[in-house]
């Protein structure tokens, strides 16, 4: 049944909860290495993910599927949390949170780049105007201001920001793919997941992290950005009446983030930061006025 206060009830839950993702990725690292956080937010998202199978009583879905779509599940694995995260929480390492978050957050963009290719679809003006704005952004944030000198931070983790887009991007158009119950899919490509994140801990440390307390940090990723929103989102979209009013919550997160960013992990703000943000929101703004005049 649709309604559109439960709507965005959902939907103002897992914006504010992903408004703090970025503060504790940043304060995870300071315990963790990139590998042991991507190994436990992983095992914490799949128990997540089992537990509300089984509260739905849709356990047995796990072992219903064919071989192919099984295969399917350990592709999406690899792509999305494993190659994601290790992408992702890579650049945070090398990147102030503030610098990070904003430029992984023109997926958008880059899900509509790849879209061309993958889908056959084509770019309107206004798709191509709204990227340039975006990508000034990213710019601005990139160099801290200094557009003329064009000197990065960390060439690197710029990179890699811009980079986690593409994963996130390529993950979701293919997952768009599987007509699975969601939690069932999503839940098998964590589990899927594990052996090569555990594989990779061993080689680059150990699974074990030097300070326990950093296992907190990643119990918190993985119920709240990569199990419990997931969740959440697909509520706020099942019983949107008006899913543009929904989806249009998720330019609240960045703006929210910065102020989780500056008191609890007490990064200062640079105004090229917030100039870059607001461009890159704009931008994104203008993806959105688009495609509502297309439908």
């Not at 309107?124 to 557009?147: N, Y």
């Not at 964590?190 to 307390?213: C, I």
């Amino acid at each position: 049944m649709r309604n559109q206060r439960k709507a965005m009830g959902f939907g103002l839950v897992t914006v504010l909860l992903w408004s703090t993702v970025a503060s504790a990725f940043k304060l995870s690292l300071a315990h963790l290495d990139v590998a042991q956080l991507v190994l436990w937010s992983s095992v914490t998202s799949a128990l997540v993910m089992l537990a509300v199978l089984a509260a739905r009583g849709r356990l047995g879905l796990l072992f219903a599927c064919t071989p192919r779509e099984y295969l399917r599940s350990l592709g999406l694995g690899l792509l999305n949390p494993f190659l994601y995260y290790l992408v992702l929480l890579t650049a945070y390492d090398l990147l102030p949170a503030q610098e990070a978050q904003p430029l992984n957050y023109t997926w958008a963009i880059t899900l509509t780049i790849l879209s061309v290719p993958i889908l056959g679809q084509t770019l309107s003006f206004r798709d191509l105007a709204a990227t340039c704005v975006c990508w000034f952004g990213v710019l601005v944030i990139s160099t801290r201001g200094d557009l003329l000198g064009l000197e990065f931070a960390s060439p690197l983790g710029v990179a890699l920001a811009l980079g986690s887009t593409v994963v996130w991007s390529l993950y979701w158009l293919l997952a768009a793919k599987d007509k699975r119950d969601p939690v069932v899919g999503l839940a098998l490509s964590v589990l899927f997941s594990l052996p090569f994140s555990l594989g990779l801990a061993l080689y680059v440390s150990s699974p074990w992290p030097a300070d326990p307390a950093g296992l907190l940090g990643a119990a918190y990723v993985g119920v709240f950005e990569m199990g419990i929103t997931f969740i959440t989102w697909l509520a706020a979209l099942r019983y949107a009446e008006n899913t543009s009013r929904v989806g249009n919550l998720i330019f609240i997160s960045p703006i929210i983030s910065l102020f989780f960013i500056r008191f609890v992990v007490g990064e200062a703000i640079l105004p090229s930061t917030i100039a870059g943000l607001l461009c890159i929101l704009g931008g994104l703004a203008l993806q959105q006025l688009g495609r509502r005049a297309r439908l």
